[in-house]
T-cell receptor, first 115, second 117 residues
Framework: KNQVEQSPQSLIILEGKNCTLQ??????????LRWYKQDTGRGPVSLTI?????NTKSNGRYTATLDADTKQSSLHITASQLSDSASYIC??????????????FGTGTRLTIIP | DTEVTQTPKHLVMGMTNKKSLKCEQH?????MYWYKQKAKKPPELMFV???????INESVPSRFSPECPNSSLLNLHLHALQPEDSALYLC????????????????FGPGTRLTVL
């Protein structure tokens, strides 16, 4: 069964500090891994998308890494800001033979930045 | 225009009401999706339309009825809902369901917060 697990479940850090969120997956056949940011009551917004061959990808203060061998990904946030308070969702895509793309969502990490 | 819009933002309805949620995109995407999201849970896929045809129905109860009038619009008709159907309903679109991969990135709308009394 395809699964995506994220840790920690929640995280509170001081403004200006860095943090790293983790994502472990068992999804096959793997196509790509996505990190989304979701503000409360809003739709998810894409931060990064990485394929099998990509180890790291940055989007401003967000840097995602992917280790396809260990099936792990991380999202590092540098110099956090109050606006970074949100849920961060790891989503893994699989494309089975002769089938349509299937996304498996993690349960998310709730990040709170305090001044 | 890289935006998916949804109306209304909030909806309160009784169990005997009939209402509709609307979603629109003008990115030329040919795949559109409905998700249901309960508090502190990830989105759950409900329906997928590909080229205006229903491609995936994740065993959703018949009180939810999707409709895709054209390539830019997606509706979700609601009838005889239950209080447990209260949730955030998200619409998303992507370039082409058949393409897969990074080029099939999904763009989400802001959602409709539905409350069933």
């Amino acid at each position: 069964k395809n699964q995506v697990e994220q840790s920690p479940q929640s995280l509170i850090i001081l403004e200006g500090k860095n943090c790293t969120l983790q994502c472990n997956y068992t999804v096959s056949p793997f196509s790509n891994l996505r990190w989304y940011k979701q503000d409360t009551g809003r739709g998810p917004v894409s931060l990064t998308i990485m394929t099998f061959s990509e180890n790291t990808k940055s989007n401003g203060r967000y840097t995602a890494t992917l280790d396809a061998d260990t099936k792990q990904s991380s999202l590092h946030i540098t110099a956090s800001q109050l606006s970074d308070s949100a849920s961060y969702i790891c989503v893994v895509s699989a494309i089975p033979n002769f089938g349509n793309e299937k996304l498996t969502f993690g349960t998310g990490t709730r990040l709170t930045i305090i001044p | 225009d890289t935006e998916v819009t949804q109306t209304p933002k909030h909806l309160v309805m009784g169990m005997t009401n009939k209402k509709s949620l609307k979603c629109e995109q003008h990115m030329g995407h040919r795949a559109m999706y409905w998700y249901k999201q309960k508090a502190k849970k990830p989105p759950e896929l409900m329906f997928v339309y590909s080229y205006e045809k229903l491609s995936i129905n994740e065993s959703v109860p018949s009180r939810f009825s999707p409709e895709c009038p054209n390539s830019s619009l997606l509706n979700l008709h609601l009838h005889a809902l239950q209080p447990e159907d209260s949730a955030l309903y998200l619409c998303a679109s992507s370039q082409d369901l058949r393409a897969g991969g990074p080029q099939n990135e999904q763009f989400f709308g802001p959602g409709t917060r539905l409350t069933v009394l």
